[in-house]
Structures are given as structure tokens and as C-alpha cells.
């Protein structure tokens, strides 16, 4: 027996909330979860500051990442399986893959992309193909298969009907995190009924189709994902935290580069400083790593990077006001004086932040951003794509829905002891004097 | 309107999974909550290493105590309030100690507590009643405030009631962490019927009793807490990552005091190596900064410790053997000497381990460790002791369970390149011999 | 004390599964259930026929009942009570007529109201004003009590804000039914946040309305509200079984017009069949009997009666195609005269049925069918209309949705031993010639 | 291929609550489900009297005996599939015998099996081996079929694997109508991980066994029954309701056994009355049936069964106190002549009523009763009896529980407008004169 077809004398089993039991048989499986890049997803919060807002939300990558591979799990082996449109020799591909399609994730992604202009897909990609233990097993297999199974994640593969069970419109990946997210945030938003969706679907060339007689289940996961994306993934205390800590990252860098002397050497952090981490410093860098910082940083000199520590840490967030681009610009370019003479630095205490989702997208060939739509087959056996079908999904198909807010210390306006005038003017034109 | 009466301008919510909501109104326990020391609780896990054995249990202490405190919040608003027994001047003082009762838990506490002999009570007694954020609101209510709180956590309080809401057999504490480990871990052992506990609550001067009318639900209560304690707390796989990280923290000591030249200076463990923490080293000490510490003691050049850090971080664990203290306690001292020749120091690598329960006793005078018994209020208004109308309680009350656990590293036993005679003399004695 | 205001001893509770418990302290709510109407209820299923598909969906009307009146205690009690805009004098008269809004409902209610020209809401008030138990207990509350609540039923009462809490877009009974038919059949659409929703309302004279905060939660019933009624009540096969029992009342009531002697006399439809029926004839009227009847007469003579009252009772359903009446309707004239021919009466065998719903109204005031819109309160405390404000609900906002299918008994077209010929062109007709 | 191997095109589901699907792919099984006779269990609820008490008790045995099904067939084709000790060609014969083995009960079979002296098996078994539509089913796939399908449920069968699936202490009968009774009446106890016991169950010749690391979930089941047994099933209210349908069909019988003029012909119930229904006689008495009768007997002439009709239809039910039969005995005596005395019938009016379960018994070779016992297979293979592995099982195996209870109609106690002081010395005796 091969490797590749190697089975474990006895499954084993992960106890899951969502779906209630994570199996696994295969033994490539079972020694990709035991690398230590994948265990290190362990120490990778799936929400990243979201946890300040829903203290529920606590749960990692790793949980995830097993959630989503059980899910490709039980599409292959119970839906697909003899079925006309499925090759079984897919079958290995699509598990790791689905295993492995967050490997690159690294601690409050978000905000380290941002200010360090890394793409964590790229390190998803580093990490397959590179001298890794995930590496060391997916090459067991074949020589090939590393490369194999990263094409897949990055969506260059030929294998089509593989990159969509991974990636798109409706696919493991987020049919996992609307289901966790939900469960352990606690909302009632993000449940739908996934085995019902994953009984309707079937393989074609192209892609993953869905049974028109599950046209209702799939609508229901448009508007979870569409409930999700706003009450919680763009929920505006979350979005402050996550505007601190950008700033964190932010100030630490703008230091370094002014040859700020550290008191706590930052050891970890100097090779994204510099705008070049390697592999090995990217996958020290986990989430304890950077907390650790933001605890010693509170005793740095810098009184601007010390007090944002203390507010990630202690949870004092910026408050916020609706913001519209249009009307409100002028406002906000009078703000940035007023902010500097009140002595608040503006380039760290007012954020103007936006969020943006298409809730989904129609087919437009061609165009950029285009987005493979989802697929129902009609009794006749036509596909027709969903909008078409649905009228609820019609009706929100193809419009996107922008929120900006903007940021700003409420409990350093409030403090009248200093630059009264000052302050009294900021608020008045942030609209919330009478608050404070 | 003083402040121990104020009422937040709108009640604030915080979305809960296993309450689905936690409601504040007063000021005082929002003050409470924004405190640093409490949103310290955010960076401490509430079952500590389980989640290498149950990955959903990434909860932390800061969702519990919060848990906790809506608990008791339900209990004196919805139930007690009105009643003959009750003491509505006690209400503050029960919301304040169910909030705070594990102020004092560090991370990982039961190592800590072990090797550093350090009692997280203490701390708890400590922070309450310090120089701290925690004291100076509790002072607010009233200067010998804070020293009441104390007290009712401590047990030494003469407010029996309130005392008994927090810790009993069958108390607040208990019955959030059995409903959220069991919620978090996703096993469906641990639920019970909660909402019907609280309503056949009872005060009396005493203590919290139950109605007749209840007592089913209690019993479920016991069963849960004795299901949960075998399947999830004292699960074999969780002790093994709790042994190996006591033995990093026991090797980090050894080699503080044999002046071992640490590469990274441990700064945040100094005190604690030289026994004598003080208050702010405590608190600084979360579980980030220790993950911290066993990442960069994976580079460290003591052998020991690299190779416990690299097996806590990348789960790598001791697998066991059942242990029968009576019988195999020869063959336990054979095998010293054998690790010791095969190269491997049984002082970090062969481990008794042991868990016990009692899940429930009735009353024992007098008695070591005394407990106070659940009473029952009978329709004729007569107190009963639960084991005495229960038949299912009655025959599992005071029976202690133990367990006792041999831990090794079958890793290196399993690779036969050195000392393969002594390996093989090993895992004949360990009767795993046939395994690897 | 007034018997108005009397308290019950000690509270009741009713276990109940979406609610958890419902609770009655009020000793004129405990009355009124006793009585014997509101305990005929018990023996009327709340979706009617629709266990034929979803076989958990056995609930009766006096859990739903039950349901509403909790939950619009809930909102009295712990939303309402104390704030402006709400007076407490019209607590009893709105749990009262949450409790009594479905007493007039009979078995089966569509199909009887259809057949025999009824109206369950005529009922409802005769119920609550005629010379019954429900009388009685509502006149000792006041002389005028019966009269005041059958006028917040029947949506004639100028306490706008209580009629509001029991019928509007979004109001205790539809909140009531989506989580309870949800619960019962098992599907997983239904679910939304009712103790957010609650949380939000806010009594004015006109209405309940509801704080912007809790927005994304009413959208979210608002989908529910659309996916229970294409997936659960709309759903074809119910409707098959709805068709086939409205063709054997009006089979019967064709029969006893001609005359028929029925075997077994049908004393309790008599009154029915006349068009008259009383009050106390229509109070015996249970799904019991209703069901007695329909299998006495699977012995009667009549050859139509009988075998829909097989098909009925063994769940041997009619068939369906999609029906486009624009392009269609030829097809169906064509098929009558066939019917005919094969010896099936097209009278019972041959239905169209169309179901048609509107998911959300925005205000057309003078309107035909004006419908009160849903209002929010913005943080300014202006109102604003919700579709004004949620792109999801304005998307499908005042979108009619109808939808036609043809029945057909497929199994009697199946048999080819007689009229081989005209069953083929039938076949042929209907698309389904490939399929039998 | 056969009839017996034969599937359907498409698999068919059925939305189920409590297993989520209901999953058929046997034509064998979807032709059984669409028989008149499994059709009629929709007629049936599964918990008879219960729904008076607990409201949400409204499923039927159609619902169950599919649940039955559905468990059995995810034992065989998920987990027995392919193991040593599985006869594949046992399949069919399990889901058969799992899906019709209640097929014999009638309505409110306990109260009828008493006074008519029925046995709802045999029932079953005459359905199976009778002129039914489901012994033409069984007799398709071979003509011995329908036998070996009675045998097995009879547990005569030599199959004794299969019997066990069906009837043993932990079989797919109890594990469904555990967990569905609890879903429906919405109590939380009840509720056990059924997916981890069925995973653990391995076939052998005489029984399922299951293997050691699921005891927990096994333990948790048998204390769900304990549970089960005392908070629903033998509920004081559910027993009152049973007490008065009882009473109900001993004075119809009663009467009819004096000819006495029934205004209605009981034309249903004449064969049952006369001790010898017929097939046909017991298969047309469903519940709607019954509960006709019951309405129409409320206008009969005898004064008892009129009565007892209304206090069943109407809940008004007798109370109860508790019975010590040792100490009590004299007085329930004493009652009997005071009842006469009062005008009131004890034969009808004064009941005694015991509840008694056995939760979980060991093996006791040769004694009467004589129970399987539950058999765990040990790491080393070795069988295990479950009482000698569970401290917990221990404790309750074998330990009898048995509750009396005296039921009689406060209602007519309360009126004192006749025979004042015998009923006053009705109440002193029963210790409730301070009650009423």
C-alpha cells in the first residue's frame, strides 16, 4: 500500500462543536495535523480582535481549518462518490487542500498585512513548497503533490471542480466560518442547514453545482453570510480594536525606522520592520509572540506606542462616529489641525475606517473581480445561475454595501484639563458635544 | 444617588453562548469589568491545556467569571428578590464576589500553583484588596467594600448565603463551567437544566436550598459534574500536556538555581523562580508571555527543556500506561534506572500522574474537609439532605474515584538506533512492547 | 383584591420547547386556560395538514396559543413595564387576547372555511362574546372585559399599541409560529434572535417599534418569515393533501345536496353542509371528528368520496406540475374533456392551486390591503420605515410572489388496463409522458 | 436484481427534528412506509396521555418507528458494514423489524391492554403474518420473509445480533424515543451523545457490544432513562390523565355488559367490549377514533361516563397524594364506604395507582425477568459486564423504584353544598382538609 491510500489502523476522531465529530482515516491526514506548522494555527485566533467585542470568539485556525477539511470530507466520500462528474483520484488533493488552505495566516492578519505589506496567501504558498514538516509529508506522497496541492489554493490549479469546493462563492471555507463564528460568538445569525446544501450538490467539470430542489438552503447561506458580515466580521468595536492595533504595528515601525531605542530589544519584529521576513521569522511570529510585545511595549518612552498598548490590551477603544466620505471630508481635513493643537497626534488618534461587502455577485465575464457564480441544475438538467432563480438573491445580487466610520479617543476629549477650547471645537464638529 | 446604587443611562449586553445574554445595569460591575485586572482574565484560558485534547476549548476566564456573575445576577433579580430570607442590601456584594472569584487565576494555574507553590486564592485576596484598578472601585462603595468581597470569596465571610451562592456543591461557579466547557469542548455530556435550578432556589440564613419540586434537576446537575469531571477534565490526553508543562516549568527552575546561562533572559519568571512573586510580577505573567517563553526556550541549549517546549508547543505528547499504585509500584521504581541507562532522565520524562473526585457527600460533621450538603425543602416546609431522598445521588455520594496514570515518551522509546536493550527491557516492564 | 389583579399561590409553569417555560401567575390567565374551549385547541393541529410532509409537525393550536401569550408577557413584563408610552392598565387585556387570538380556528381551518363559506375569525369573537366558559371567566374580570378583547382581535380597537403586539408585520403570533412550526418540523430556517427583537421594542400610542440597534434582527425574522412560508407552508406536497381534503368536504356537501343517503349519517356536519352551522356545533367540530368521518366514510357507497378519503387518510397524495396560467391555460380546458373521457372526474381530480405571498409591506396608506409598516428609532429618535434604512428589506419590499402547480392523480394515469389511449394523451399533455 | 436489493432512483428523506434526515434508498422500506397500516401509526401518539401534561407531547409512533429505523440503518451501513461478526445479509431483516416494530399499537395502548386485556405484540405480529398491505410488502422479498421479521421482533428469533438492535437494554428503540420524547416535551434531560454510542458498537454472534472508550456515553444514556422514567413518563399529572381513560373504558365496558342503551351504538368499540376484536376491528380504532367517541359519550345518560369524558376531554383531572401501601392501607378502606357514602363511585372516583422501573439490571441467569446485560469489549478484548466497569451503573443496577399514588377528584370534595361532613372526613383523612 501506498502512502497516499495509507489508512490508520483505528479513525481518529476530533470532538467539534459545529460538526459534532471531525474523522479522519487517512494517514497523510492525520501527519499533516501533526506538523508544526499546522499546530502553530493553534496559537492563531480565527477572529483576531473580534474576541474584544464577542468574548466568545476565541476559538483558532486550527479548529477551523479541521472544520472546513471535514466538510470537503464529507462531500467527497458521502455525496460525490461514484458519482458521474467526481474522479476519486481527486479525493487526496481536495482534503489537504482544504486542510491546509489557511496555512499562511499569521497572527491579526489584517492589520500585520497592511502595515507590513505581506499577503498571507503567499505564505500559504511558502509554506507548502518550502523545507516545512508540511512540506515533508504532501512529498510522501509524490514529488509533485506539494506543488499540486498549493495550485489549488491559489486557485491556478486546472483542477476546477477542486478550487471550488475550496474557493468560491459557496464553499467549505466559508461554510465553516459562518457556522463556527456563529457558535462561538453566539449569535443566532450564520446557521443554515448545511447538510441539506451539501446533499444537493453534485460534481461537474466546471465546478461544484447545486440541486435546484436546494435552492432555499443555499439562499438561507446568502443571508447568514450576508447577517455574519455585518453584525459581527464589520462590527464597529471590533473595527476600533483592529484600528489600534494597526496603529500599534504602525508607531513600532515609524520608531524603528527613526532609530528609536527600544528598551525590550523587538527581537521578533525587526525582519518585518525592515519589510523582509523570512519564512522561519514569519512562523515564529504567532499570536503570544505579539501580545508579548504589546505588554513590555506599555513600558516603552514612546508615550504614543506605550498608551496604545495599554488601550489594546485594557480594552479602552476609540468611540466612533458614522462617517459620509461626501459630505463629511471637509470636516475631517479641519479635524487633523485641531487634533495637533489639542496635542493629540492625529496620525494615530483619528482613523477614518471603511468596510465593504458584495453580499453576492451575478457572473460578469470578464470584468475585474469576477466572481464564479453559483450553479443550480433545474429538473430539465439546464443550469441556470442562482439570481436568475431566486428572487431574494436577485435582489441583493451585484450591490455592494460600503460603512465608513471615523475613530477618535472619546476619553481624551472628555479630559477638559488641558486645551479646553480646543477640545470643546473637536467635538462640536464631530457632532458630539453634548455627550461629554 | 450614590454610587452603589448607580444604574448605567442603558443597560449594556454582552452576547453570550451559553446565556445567550449577560445584562449590566449597574455601574459598579461595568466599572469592574474595565478594569485591567479583569480584562487580564481575557489572556488566561478557563480549562487551561484541554485544548490540545478538545480544540474548541479556548475559552477564557473572562467569558466565565462574567458567566458567573449573570448567574448570580439571575438569581437574587429574578428569584430571591422579595422573598423572606433574602437580603436585598447583600445584592451588590453577591454580584461583586460572583464577578470576581477567580480575580487571582494566572495562566495554566495548577503547574504554576505546583511548582511554584503559589495558591491563585491568594492572589485573588490580593488583587481585591492591593493597589490595584479592582480596589480602588470597590472602594467607591464603600472603604471596608472591598474587604467584604474578599471575604465572601474566601469562605471567611459570615454572610453564609451569599457565601453558598458562590462556592458549593452546587454553586454559581460550578454550574457555569460545567454548562460552558461542556458548550466550548462540544460534548453533550454537561447540560443540564439550569434555568429550572435557579427557579427552585431558596434563601435561607444558611445557605441556597432547593425546592422538592427540583430535585430531578439537581440530580441531572450531579451527573453532569460527574460525567464532565471523567470525560473532560481528568481526560488522559489533557494530563499528559498538563505533566509535560509542569516539567518545563520544574526543569526552568532547576536550571535557574544550578545558575544555568539562559540565552533569553527570563525576566518575567525571576520571582517566581526565587519563590516570591509580588503582586505586579503576577499579573504580569499571562498566557501569552508564557507561550512566549516556551517558543524561545525551544532555542535554548539545555536539551530537557527544548525538547518539553517543542513538545507542548507542537503537541507532541507522553503516551501512558493505566497505573496500579498497589501492585506496579515495583516495576515503577525498575523502571528508573532503566530510563536513567537508556539516556532518558526519568525526573522529566517518566510521570505518576493521579485525578480523583468525590462527586458529591453529604454532611460529615466535623470531618476533614467538610462540605455542606444540598438540602431539600419538602412540601411540608422540612429541610432533607439530597443523598437521603435521592436514590441515584445516595449511591455515588462520598465515594471518592481515583486514577492513576503512567506517562513516558513512546517516541523515544519506539526509536531502537540507541540503547535498544534497555529500550526493549522498558517497554517489556511498561507490557507495550508489542506496539512498537 | 379584584379578581383582574389576583395571583395565583405560586406560579405555574409549562414546560415548553421553544419558550423554555411559560409562566402564569395571573389567576385570570390560569382560568382561561381551563376552560373548555381554550382546551378544545389541543385537539386542532396548528399547520393543519402539513404532518402529511414533515411528520414533526403534529402541534396543536393550544401550544401556539400558549406560546403567544408568553411571549407578549414577556414584552409587558420585562420590556414595557414602567417606560413611557406604555400604560399598565393594558397588561391583562393584551395577554388576554394573545391567549384567545386563534380560539375561533377549526380543524383543518382553510379547507373548511373554503368548502362551507366560514370565517375562524367570526368565531374568535362569537367564542369570546356568546354564552361560554371564556365568557364567563372574561366578564368577572369587568362587564365590558369580553367586548375589549375581542376588539384587539379583531383589529377594531382604538389600543393601537396592544393590537399591535398581537397582529402587525411582526408581532407575538407570527414571532410565535416561525420559532414553534421551525421547532416542530425540524427545519432549520425559522431560527431568529426573539429575545433581541423583544429587547428593542418600544411602546408608542400607534404601535411597537423598535431601536435601529436591533435592526439586522428583525431582518433577519423578516427572511425567516420568507423561507418558512415557500419551504414549510407552501410546500407541494402539503398542498396536495390540502386540495385533496377540501375535495372530500366538498364531495360530501355535493352529496348531501343531491340527497345521498350516507350510510353513516354525518350528524355533526349537517349544520355545515346547510351553511349554518351554530356555535356549539361548531365547538364540536375537532380534528377527532373530523378524522372519524373520513374513515367511516372510506366505507360509503360513493365511489369519489370514498377513495379521497383513502387517499387522504393513507397519505396516497395527488401529483403535481409547475402551471403557467398565462401559457398553460389551454393546456388545462383541453385536459377537462379528457378527464372525462378516461372516466376521472376532472371536478376532484384535476386541481389548480396557487399560493402567493408577499413577504414585507412598506406603507401605502389608502391602499387596498394597507398594511402598518415596521418603524424604527433611530438614535436621533426620529422613526424611520424599516425598508428605509435595510437594503435586504427593500430589496424584496411590497414583491408579491405567486406560484401555480397543476394536481393530478398520477397513479390512476399510471393504470393503462382501461382508456389506454386518452391516459397517454393526458400524459402527453401534462409533459409527464416519460415518467409513468 | 431482487426485489429485496432494489433502490430507489432517488433517495428520499424525511426532515426529522430529532435525527435531522430520515434517509431511504430501499425500495422494500419506502413501500412499508406507504402501507395503510404503517400509515395509521400517524393516528397514534407516541406518548398517549402525556400531552396533557407535558403540551409539546404531540409526535406520534409514525414519527418514532421511522427514528427506530433510522438509527438501525445508520448502525449497519456506518458503522457494522464490512466488520467481523456483520452478516450483511441480515440488513434488510434489521431495518424491517426496526421500522415495524410498534406496528401492533392501538391508541392509548396501556389503558386499552388493561381493561380490554390486549397485547399490543401480538398485534404486531398478526398485522405482519395477516391479510395486510404489509405482509403483501414482506412477502416480495421472499415468502418467508414476514416470519423471520415477527421472530425478530417477537425475540424469538435465532438472530440474536439483530434482536439486539431492536430490544435489549441499550437498543435503537430506546435510544430514539429518549431523545425524541425529550425533544418534543422540551425537558433537558433525556438527551445523550447517540452518535458516539453508535459509533462505538460492534457486532458478535449473541449481542452488540461496545467498546470500553464509549462507557461514559453509555453511562449517560442509562442515567437519561432513570430520568426519562421519573420526570415524564411517570409524571403524577400524565398518570391521572391514564387513570381517567381507564375508567373511562371499564364503565363503557361495564355498561355495555348491563345493556345498557348507549344513545350512541358504540358500533367501534362492540368487539373489544365483547373480548375478541378482530384484525380489522383493532386496526380501524385510531386515536381520532377514540377521542370521538369520548365526545360523544359526554352526552350520554349515565352520570359517570358522561363525567369522566369531560374531565378527559377538558383536563380536568383527579389530584393525587402519596401512598405508603404498608402504612396506608386501613385508611384507603376506610375511604371506600365514605366515597359511597359522599355519592361518590370509588370504583371510578378513588384510584391507586404505582409507577415502578428497574434503570438498569445485571445478568441474573434463570431468574424471572431475566434482562441481557449491557457487555463492554475491554482494550484486550475481553468482555466486560457495564455494572462491573461504572462505578455510577453499579450504584443503581438492580435496584427497584417503585411510587403509589391516590387519585381522587377535589372537585367534587370542594363542593360542600352535599353530604358537608362525609367529605369532610374524606378530606381528613386524606390530610388535605386544610387544602380545600
Known amino acids: 500500500m501506498s502512502y497516499a491510500t495509507e489508512k490508520l489502523r483505528e479513525e481518529k476522531v476530533f470532538k467539534d462543536p459545529v460538526h459534532r465529530y471531525v474523522h479522519v482515516r487517512d494517514r497523510v491526514i492525520w501527519d499533516l495535523i501533526g506538523t508544526k506548522e499546522f499546530q502553530r494555527l493553534r496559537r492563531i485566533k480565527q477572529l483576531g480582535t473580534t474576541y474584544l467585542t464577542f468574548h466568545g470568539a476565541e476559538h483558532s485556525r ?12 464529507r462531500i467527497v466520500d458521502d455525496v460525490f462518490k461514484g458519482r458521474t462528474g467526481w474522479d476519486e483520484s481527486d479525493r487526496l488533493l481536495s482534503l489537504c487542500a482544504a486542510l491546509l488552505h489557511d496555512l499562511g495566516h499569521g497572527p491579526f492578519s489584517h492589520a500585520f498585512e497592511k502595515v507590513f505589506q505581506l499577503d498571507h496567501e503567499q ?15 504532501l512529498s510522501m506522497v509524490d514529488k509533485d503533490f506539494p506543488t499540486k496541492v498549493a495550485e489549488v489554493i491559489a486557485k491556478t490549479s486546472d483542477k476546477k471542480l477542486v478550487v471550488s469546493l475550496i474557493s468560491s462563492q459557496i464553499d467549505a471555507d466559508r461554510m465553516d466560518y459562518l457556522l463556527r463564528d456563529a457558535y462561538y460568538t453566539g449569535v443566532s445569525y450564520g446557521h443554515f442547514d448545511i447538510e441539506r446544501i451539501m446533499r444537493v450538490m453534485r460534481p461537474t467539470e466546471e465546478q461544484v453545482v447545486f440541486k435546484k430542489s436546494g435552492m432555499h438552503a443555499v439562499e438561507d447561506y446568502i443571508m447568514s453570510r450576508y447577517q455574519m458580515y455585518w453584525q459581527v466580521y464589520f462590527h464597529p468595536v471590533s473595527r476600533s480594536a483592529e484600528v489600534i492595533l494597526t ?24 525582519s518585518f520592520f525592515q519589510g523582509k521576513p523570512t519564512l522561519e521569522d514569519y512562523l515564529k511570529l504567532d499570536e503570544a509572540v505579539v501580545l508579548y510585545y504589546f505588554q513590555v511595549w506599555q513600558e516603552e518612552g514612546d508615550a504614543i506606542l506605550k498608551d496604545l498598548c495599554y488601550r489594546f490590551l485594557n480594552r479602552h477603544l476609540f468611540k466612533y462616529i458614522e462617517f459620509d466620505p461626501a459630505s463629511q471630508y471637509k470636516m475631517f481635513m479641519e479635524l487633523i489641525p485641531l487634533f495637533k493643537k489639542a496635542g493629540i497626534d492625529p496620525d494615530y488618534y483619528l482613523v477614518l475606517d471603511s468596510s465593504s461587502d458584495l453580499p453576492y455577485d451575478f457572473y460578469r465575464p470578464g470584468e475585474e473581480g469576477e466572481r464564479l457564480p453559483i450553479q443550480l441544475i433545474m429538473p430539465n438538467n439546464d443550469f441556470r445561475e442562482l439570481s436568475r432563480e431566486s428572487e431574494i438573491v436577485e435582489a441583493i445580487s451585484g450591490k455592494r454595501r460600503t460603512d465608513h466610520k471615523l475613530y477618535y479617543p472619546a476619553d481624551l476629549l472628555r479630559d477638559e484639563s488641558t486645551n479646553q477650547a480646543t477640545k470643546r471645537q473637536i467635538k462640536q464638529l464631530l457632532g458630539v458635544a453634548h455627550k461629554y
Chains 1, 2, 3, 4 share one sequence.
Open 123 to 137: 505564505f500559504t504558498q511558502a509554506i507548502i513548497l518550502g523545507d516545512t514538516e508540511v512540506n515533508q509529508v
Open 62 to 73: 486550527f479548529a477551523h481549518s479541521l472544520g472546513v477539511y471535514e466538510i470537503v470530507h
Open 247 to 270: 496603529k500599534i504595528l504602525q508607531r513600532a515601525k515609524v520608531l524603528y525606522e527613526n532609530s528609536y531605542e527600544f528598551k525590550h530589544e523587538p527581537t521578533h519584529f525587526l
